[in-house]
């Protein structure tokens, strides 16, 4: 019987690593230029660290999360996101104990039992950043600075920024009732999921994609009506500093972020060709969440960027391209044994010099030797033969101008650089 990969996951195939490699080196090179350092959390959780942060009542922990008993008894998860266990592992590892704002970035996998459908997998990757320890609205622009800017250095063209503000606990709990009386009368209207959302999450009917709650949802009260002005002056900051660094955003007063641990900003990076489910990415304040899991008083901000969705937003053609950029400088192509040798001892001096080559593996002769060079748009291809190996030299030959010349072989990594 085949055995092929489970539904819901993917295998990242050479072909299309390259795009893979040019996101994730981006985000690195600009989550360090802002001070963020990289953290790598396990795979597998306790289950409870999830129901505690993200919520009882919500989908992920409910319906989503592969969750199992160990041989111990323990009930354990794979993570479906990484942000309880990055708060975990900095209450965990002492990193509390610091004055010092604590800045993390992550890549990963994560994991969650969805309906696989375009836009959702049930393996699928973030890149991620958390800024534990301030209060500071700048810190809000920061980090949505920060995943504007990883967005525009991937070449993603045409995404935009929702913006709003959920408010405290406190406000989140008038809001609540204000908004089971406005939907009290409209419960026909709406579809299975959100009527058990209205007993158990409200909040989440909000996020259902369903066209008829969607029409509901548009006409209901927005909860920056309910802010405090502690957390409505919060917000206020969060637009006048976006706004001073020239990015552009649209305030969304219905956007509301289903995990529990949010507070005041919440923002999403949405694109247009991704349809429904149009989300490359979002974030907030989680303000409790450091001392819900037991520490300090730690306000905190963070996002995540999905990379499967990002890929899909590209332009069509750059994936190609990220793959084009990476070919060999040199193909080494050998007529005789005693040529191979020569040719393996080279390739190997040429690659601690830090130049990308290649040879042939399977005793093709020379003309599928020079296929093979084209196909994998080597510059240079070096030919060695007897008559060449006598000479010490080899025929570089300039792949693009088809021009050619002897080099003597202890002088070709200086002809290539």
């Not at 092929?4 to 893979?20: E, V």
């Not at 709406?190 to 909040?203: A, Q, W």
């Not at 956007?255 to 900003?265: F, P, S």
């Not at 053609?317 to 950029?325: I, L, T, V």
Request: glycine share 6%; net charge positive.
């Amino acid at each position: 019987m085949e055995i092929k990969a489970i539904r819901g996951t993917k295998d990242i195939l050479p072909k299309n690593s390259q795009i893979w490699c040019f996101i994730e080196g981006k985000a690195k090179g600009l989550c360090e230029l802002y001070g963020y350092r990289q953290i790598r959390t396990p795979l597998l959780e306790e289950a409870r660290l999830f129901a505690r942060s993200i919520g009882e009542a919500t989908d992920i922990v409910q319906k989503e999360m592969y969750s199992f008993l160990d041989r111990k008894k323990r009930l354990l998860c794979l993570r479906p996101e990484a942000t309880a266990s990055v708060v975990r592992a900095y209450l965990e590892h002492g990193l509390d104990k610091s004055a010092h704002l604590a800045k993390f970035y992550y890549f990963g996998p994560m994991f969650r039992a969805e309906r696989p459908q375009a836009g959702r997998l049930r393996q699928f990757h973030h890149i991620g950043v958390e800024a534990i320890g301030s209060l500071s609205p700048y810190l809000d622009a920061e980090v949505i600075s920060l995943a504007v800017k990883i967005l525009q250095e991937i070449g993603l063209e045409g995404f935009s920024v929702q913006l709003n503000s959920i408010g405290c606990r406190k406000d989140r709990q008038k809001y609540k009732l204000i908004l089971r009386k406005a939907l009290k009368n409209k419960l026909k209207l709406l579809c299975c999921d959100c009527h058990s959302r209205y007993k158990v999450n409200l909040l989440r009917i909000f996020d259902c994609k369903n066209v008829a709650c969607k029409k509901v949802t548009r006409r209901l009260p927005s909860i920056v009506d309910s802010l405090c002005p502690q957390c409505r002056g919060h917000f206020f900051k969060v637009k006048q500093i976006l706004n001073s660094l020239n990015i552009s955003y649209t305030l969304n007063p219905h956007l509301v972020r289903g995990l529990d641990y949010y507070t005041k900003t919440c923002f999403e990076f949405v694109h247009p060709h991704l349809g429904a489910q149009n989300a490359v990415g979002a974030g907030g304040r989680y303000d409790d969440l450091v001392s819900d899991l037991g520490g300090p008083e730690k306000p905190a901000v963070g996002f995540a960027l999905g990379i499967e969705r990002l890929i899909a937003a590209i332009a069509p053609g750059k994936e190609a391209e990220q793959a084009n950029k990476i070919f060999p400088s040199l193909y080494v192509a050998v007529i005789g044994d005693e040529a191979r040798q020569l040719a393996f001892k080279t390739l190997h001096s040429l690659r601690e010099q830090g130049i990308f080559c290649e040879m042939d593996y399977h005793d093709k002769s020379l003309k599928g030797q020079m296929r093979q060079a084209d196909k994998l748009r080597a510059k240079y291809v070096a030919i060695l033969g007897e008559t060449e190996l006598k000479k010490e030299v080899v025929i570089l030959r300039d792949m693009q101008n088809k021009s050619q010349k002897e080099v003597k072989i202890d002088k070709l990594a200086e002809e290539l650089k």
